[in-house]
């Protein structure tokens, strides 16, 4: 597309989604890297999954094995249970945590999964900021995510779906000061032809015009779908929250025609692996593609935040496409009377930890902010956060007290 291929140079206008930025801040330094022996041992785990020997495929070993020989493994060496998901101190630990869940997620053959993070700062909750800060946010996050040597080493067959044009024009140029607006100046996340800077592949979502913008309707069939090349391994969905509905929408499009390569969707793959679902529907190499949500915001479709009655299409997501979906990283804090964070690191289970009142943000270590965060419920299962805010943290007030939290 011409529209992706030349953004408008820095300080270019851009639509009502970029207008007015109150707050910007500078594209983050990159990702601290692991320690040296952590390092090591993590990269070792991942790439006798398979997942960094070659292009994105099924593990040799696993697509060899026969149903009795994987049958008999299962037998003789039972599953160990997954270590709790660990509470981060920072936004460079959910990062590097964010990154080896989505390494061995890819690994696993699992081929459609989210990651979520708040985006403002590791402690916040949904208001916090603003949607533009937010939104500004979500972006230097989405480029530190994608430094892991699984997406910079193969740049070029990672594709980043962004909403809109101008969101593109943001990621790959930045913008310019300008206080009449209230726009702050943001460097670009994405540069084009930078030295040093991997060739990550950048699309849109929608293509907006008057008549979309007046009836909702597409009338001239552009599809977002149109802009994947065959050489796309990773399709990453950056942010889609200014336009849920039509974003949200695009995506799964993309993901049915590009991922599971049927065009009409077809029948869905439970669990979202395609490992043994081998190439259907003329699908071939598609049938092996990946894509990542990131920062989507789902969990206000699970929760019931859109109406069913006024969001349709939305609730059809809900319905259809998310239970297809891998959630392989998330944070989720709580506040009030009982300070709380929900995380979930793939493979482990779903953890929630208990924080001091008025302790701060709380850490992966225990310690954050001058608070402790005691790990008080763990499952397999995702609570609602109903569930989380009505049962389970009331339920935790013993434990938390025994373990020398301070709260309600």
Known sequence: MHLLNKPPPPGAATSGRRRFRESARPLAQPTPPLPAAAAAAARRDVRARGWLAGPLAPPAAATAASPDDRGQKRQSEPPSAPPASALPASHDQAVRQAQLAAERALADGLRLLEVEMPPVSIGAVAGDGDGQEEMNASLRLLRRFLGAPTFRGRASRVRVL????????????????DPASGRARAEPAFPRDAPGEPPFALGCLTRPNVLWSLTGVNFDGWSAASQVESSDEVLVVAYPTFNAKEELKAAREVWEACCLGREDGGDKVAGASLAAAG??????????????????????????????????????????????????????????????????????????????????EGGGDGRGGGGAAVAVWSSARRPSLKEVALELLPASDAAFAEAGGRGR
């Open 279 to 360: 190439p259907a529907g003329g699908g071939g190499r598609g049938a092996r593609r990946a894509m990542i949500v990131f920062n989507g915001e789902l969990e206000k479709l699970r929760e019931g935040y859109y109406p069913p009655m006024f969001f349709r299409e939305l609730a059809t997501l809900n319905r259809e496409w998310l239970p297809q979906m891998e959630t392989v990283y998330s944070v989720r804090n709580f506040r009030g009377s009982r300070p709380a964070a929900l995380v979930r690191s793939y493979p482990g289970p779903w953890t929630l930890y208990r924080r001091e009142e008025g302790g701060g």
């Open 162 to 177: 962004f909403g809109d044009a101008s969101e593109v024009a943001v990621a790959a140029s930045g913008t310019t000061l």
